[in-house]
DNA sequence: TTCGTACGTTGTATATTGTACAATGTACAT
DNA sequence: ATGTACATTGTACAATATACAACGTACGAA
């Protein structure tokens, strides 16, 4: 307990108000040397450069000439920041206009725009829940999502089961990407080393009496892919599928 | 440097070597006392009780009745360890008979069964990649499920993106059914005091005028579902959308 | 103009994690 | 019978998020 004071307590910046950038200024003390924008922007940087493990309370707060509990001033915790940085980054996203084009464009448009916006930030992909907090960024992002489901004769609640059904599959096709590409980084082994050390052991027990349909797919696409597993190519042929599901549920409409 | 010996080291044991306990047994020494598989029961029994976060070392060690390090004698690390259950849970997993139904039964009740799979250890969703090693378990599933789509009339690149796709959307449908459990467990606020403490920030910053569409979408939805997310009946919108789309590419063939 | 207090900043400290290392004892090959 | 490979384990370390209290700053009220 404190010594004196209780009365005057500091109430805890809920992740609404924080997202909203809806405290209210604190009047008394010292000035702030930060904004909360600052240290989500600074977080972010760093988060692209190095990856979401190398976001760390102490790195970020050198990076912003600050002692590590500084940061505690701006932000409640690190699950704060990092909601805080997801929605920056989808109130900063870059989108394709595809106002007039047919729905199927439209929609690949958008599945695009996501998949890049993943790919550049991987850390997001990792960090996304399905239902992010409903920040500014957030909500602007759904908003303009959503009207591109417009004219489809789609009921409201249909409109959004498929658009988080279309995002659901973009964020998984970029989170594995991410994973193959970090597998591939850090194994530290190039594919003929690889096949060196296992390829002995592989060729005795992948049996093919015993999974000849494994085996023979197994190798059709590894052979087709030019490797083990080709995330665009993934990507590519699960649009396609994601779009011809929800053409199914507009012809109904 | 170790003193004395350094001819006859043992070499570390590979992954894919303590995936098809391929590693030859060592004569000298005492005995062991435990086993690979009860490392790995004991491991899948704790993290199915109390999560993956749950799962350390330590812990792991005292249920077994052993000192933490001991555990390293059977595993390299945790990232094996890891490896080591998903592929024990995929070799024990339960499936469904579908031999003779129509292909989109079968592929239905393939990916319920992987659904099943994924709610009952809720763990195995976060740690599975798109593309778990090639343990005994997962060639056999990879086998199994591969012959699901016998007859359809696929190549067999189609049939292994295919499948991917099918079980790339099981496996988020999962994650976020798990997601949005746990974040109901941990919030500690029922639905009430979280509208209490939000609902007036929420009703300013929610502007009609701004997100009309959002807002109307928001709220249909919402009621719809009697929550904010209901993820079994996302899992169910999906996979009705996911063969649908799988459909149009069994027609072309 | 003075002064009390709210609050920003930071050093220190704690609990928890995976795992490296070296000591100890065991049991088989010779 | 004995040397050595190996199972087991206690101790140790680096890194994590963050609680807590000390310290100084600057504004509101007097």
Chains 1, 2 share one sequence.
Do not use: C
Not at 23 to 30: F, S, V
Not at 101 to 111: D, F, S
Not at 119 to 130: F, I, Q, T, V
Not at 150 to 159: C, F, K, Q
Request: no cysteine; aromatic share 8%.
């Amino acid at each position: 307990m404190s010594p004196v004071s209780a009365a005057t307590d500091t109430p805890k910046p809920n992740l609404l108000e924080l997202l909203w950038r809806a405290a209210p200024e604190n009047a008394r003390g010292p000035r702030k040397g930060l904004t909360v924008d600052e240290v989500v922007a600074a977080a972010i940087e760093l988060a692209d450069a190095e990856g979401l493990e190398a976001l760390t309370v102490r790195r970020l707060a050198q990076s912003l000439g600050k002692a590590p509990m500084t940061l505690y001033t701006y932000v409640p915790g690190k699950a704060e920041l990092v909601a805080l940085m997801l929605d920056a980054l989808f109130g900063s996203m870059e989108h394709t206009a595809t106002e007039g084009l047919p729905w199927r464009e439209r929609l690949a448009a958008l599945a695009r725009d996501n998949y890049a916006l993943y790919r550049a930030h991987p850390w997001a992909a990792a960090a996304s829940p399905s239902r992010p907090p409903l920040g500014p960024g957030q909500i602007g992002k759904y908003e303009r999502e959503l009207r591109a489901f417009e004219g489809l004769g789609l009921s409201d609640v249909d409109t959004d089961d498929a658009l988080a059904y279309l995002l659901g599959f973009v964020r998984t096709a970029a989170q594995d990407a991410a994973q193959s590409e970090a597998e591939r980084a850090a194994s530290a082994m190039s594919d003929g080393e690889w096949w060196e050390v296992n390829g002995p052991l592989l060729a005795k027990v992948l049996d093919v009496d015993r999974y000849p349909t494994a085996v023979r797919v197994g190798e059709a696409a590894g052979e087709a892919h030019a490797s083990a597993y080709d995330p665009e190519q993934a990507f590519g042929f699960g649009l396609e599928r994601t779009l011809d599901g929800l053409a199914a549920l507009v012809e109904e409409a």
